[in-house]
């Protein structure tokens, strides 16, 4: 990244502290270290519970902790200096550390789980189905009254009223034509909640886990790739897109 130095700018990283625990890298800034423990810690967490449920062994996991959305903001290629998190495939997760921990915490469950989607794909999900799926998933981790993690989709099945509420009214879009609606990521959490709450969550573990040679291009340049893949193989696990796409509208009704 461009860092200001002394007679001009530089291309540099920042001075990252590193603190290694088994396969999980966290880099941090001086003052942050405690932060950096936390994170390491749920971060474990979050991966055993992947493992236990997908299968998820991850060689390593580099989390780099800046100290302001600024910062992190001028090493992504797109978005505002608002953003707080960012996963970008074979890149550290990036989290901002200014918020409350809890949202810390979330921001960073959210860019794992599209970091492991990454991993399991090969790349090779559509983002509005990616987002769905990171939302739907975070949401579904919880604490539970012993202060373990457990993987509750019924959370998640709970929270779609707020996707609904998003669309408000909207008339839902087929399955082929998710990719043009302004509401795409609600309905991809819409569309995942119908299959795993009625054709459960093993089927639909089954159909993401099915590997496809990684394209050598960035998310969006090959969308419409990868959107004839999911439709295909949405159309070859389940039913044709006709009548998932009624399903899935009717469902939500
Ligand atoms: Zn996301």
């Not at 942050?32 to 996991?61: C, G, M, R, T």
């Not at 090493?75 to 901002?96: H, M």
């Not at 893949?229 to 039913?239: A, G, I």
């Amino acid at each position: 990244m461009l860092v200001k130095k002394e007679g001009g700018w530089k291309l540099n990283d920042l001075p990252f502290v590193k603190k290694e625990n088994d396969f999980i890298n966290t880099y941090f800034l001086e003052g942050h270290e405690q932060s950096a423990n936390a994170i390491d810690n749920h971060v474990n967490k979050i991966v055993s519970l992947y493992k236990d449920k997908f299968d998820w062994q991850p060689e390593s996991l580099n989390i780099k902790l800046f100290n302001s959305n600024k910062e992190l903001a001028a090493t992504i290629p797109f978005g505002s200096d608002k953003i707080a998190s960012w996963n970008e495939y074979r890149e550290a997760l990036k989290v901002v550390d200014g918020y409350e921990e809890a949202f810390t915490h979330y921001f960073l469950q959210h860019e794992i789980t599209h970091q492991f989607l990454s991993h399991l794909t090969n790349d090779n999900c559509l983002v509005w189905f990616q987002e769905g799926f990171a939302n739907y998933f975070s949401e579904a981790i919880n604490k539970n009254a012993q202060g373990q993690y457990e993987l509750d989709i019924r959370i998640s099945h709970e929270a779609s009223q707020e996707m609904i509420d998003r669309i408000n009214d909207e008339k839902y879009p087929t399955i082929t034509t998710i990719i043009n609606a302004k509401n795409k990521d609600a309905y991809g959490y819409l569309l995942i909640d119908y299959l795993i709450q009625m054709h459960s969550l093993d089927k639909f573990v089954d159909m993401i886990l099915k590997n496809y040679p990684y394209i050598d291009k960035r998310m969006e340049h090959k969308s419409e790739d990868l959107n004839t893949l999911l439709l295909e193989t949405l159309e070859k696990h389940y039913v044709s897109l006709e009548t998932l796409s009624k399903e899935y509208s009717n469902y939500h009704k």
